[in-house]
């Protein structure tokens, strides 16, 4: 699966659990809170100051 901006965090943690270390690397130590996992990823992103396409690019390598 290809992630991209709409992506729910609690989606890429169920599809993919081990990117979890790649959004922790970033600055997102949020992961197990409830109101994340419903988050989009460009939520998130925009939520701790990250530039959304950088990770989108780091999630799909």
């Given at each position: 699966?290809?992630?991209?901006?709409?992506?729910?965090?609690?989606?890429?943690?169920?599809?993919?659990?081990?990117?979890?270390?790649?959004?922790?690397?970033?600055?997102?130590?949020?992961?197990?809170?409830?109101?994340?996992?419903?988050?989009?990823?460009?939520?998130?992103?925009?939520v701790?100051?990250?530039?959304?396409?950088?990770?989108?690019e780091?999630?799909?390598?």
């Open positions: 699966m290809k992630f991209n901006k709409d992506t729910k965090i609690g989606e890429i943690l169920e599809l993919a659990p081990e990117k979890a270390e790649i959004l922790l690397e970033i600055g997102m130590h949020c992961l197990g809170c409830p109101a994340s996992q419903m988050e989009t990823l460009e939520e998130a992103c925009d701790h100051g990250i530039d959304v396409n950088e990770v989108i780091k999630l799909n390598a």
